[in-house]
Nanobody, 125 residues
Framework: QLQLVESGGGLVQPGGSLRLSCAAS????????IGWFRQAPGKEREGLSC????????YYADSVKGRFTISRDDAKNTVHLQMNSLKPEDTAVYYC??????????????????WGQGTQVTVSS
């Protein structure tokens, strides 16, 4: 059974860091593109980052470029999102998702068909 499970969220002060993990089962992450999204209260879900199946191509939204880094651990079938220099506006539920394709398509949700349950990230002093 295909499953994505996020972890690593929590409460962090502005300027701090968190590392989110997306553990996949039922498929291998090096066959498909994997994306990270977030949704803040009252806002639409936002596409943040993506890593292609080869790992050679990545995408970052302007809102996180230079602060967030996506990576993959094929041995653990897991994708990570390292988040640095966190801001209060980064507060949201963060989701990972599996694409139908092996390439990244910017911030669009369209290619993604399996989603994790989400992990809460709160940035506050």
């Amino acid at each position: 059974q295909l499953q994505l499970v996020e972890s690593g969220g929590g409460l962090v002060q502005p300027g701090g860091s968190l590392r989110l993990s997306c553990a996949a089962s039922g498929f291998t992450v090096d066959y498909y593109a994997i994306g990270w999204f977030r949704q803040a209260p009252g806002k639409e879900r936002e596409g943040l980052s993506c890593i292609s199946s080869s790992g050679l191509s990545t995408y970052y939204a302007d809102s996180v470029k230079g602060r967030f880094t996506i990576s993959r651990d094929d041995a653990k079938n897991t994708v990570h999102l390292q988040m640095n220099s966190l801001k209060p506006e980064d507060t949201a539920v963060y989701y990972c998702a599996k694409s139908r394709t092996n390439y990244c398509s910017g911030s669009s949700e369209f290619p993604y068909h399996y989603w994790g349950q989400g992990t809460q990230v709160t940035v506050s002093s």
